[in-house]
């Protein structure tokens, strides 16, 4: 699996923002559609760095392929 062409494609998909904003739902969201979790500690309209955007898709990526080898071995 070519991570950098997944995280490319979900850039123009979901589009990044360094703002905390609030979603379609409401949902505190921020970086490249990260929902944010009580444990991430940001408000909204926090802004957030390049980094941290980078870090919480990659936590965020894992996530979900973890999830999909679970379920589809």
């Known amino acids: 699996m070519n991570l950098e062409r ?3 494609q ?3 998909d979901e589009g990044r923002r ?3 904003y609030r979603d379609i739902y409401g949902l505190l969201t921020v970086g490249v ?6 444990d991430d500690n940001l408000k909204l309209k926090q ?3 390049i980094e ?4 919480l898709l990659d936590v965020d990526v894992e996530k979900a392929i973890n999830t ?4 589809w071995p």
């Open 68 to 71: 999909c080898l679970h379920l």
């Open 10 to 12: 979900l850039y123009i």
């Open 52 to 55: 941290q955007l980078e870090s």
């Open 33 to 38: 559609g990260h929902l944010v979790l009580s």
């Open 18 to 20: 360094l703002v905390v």
């Open 6 to 8: 997944l995280k490319e």
């Open 47 to 49: 802004h957030i760095t």
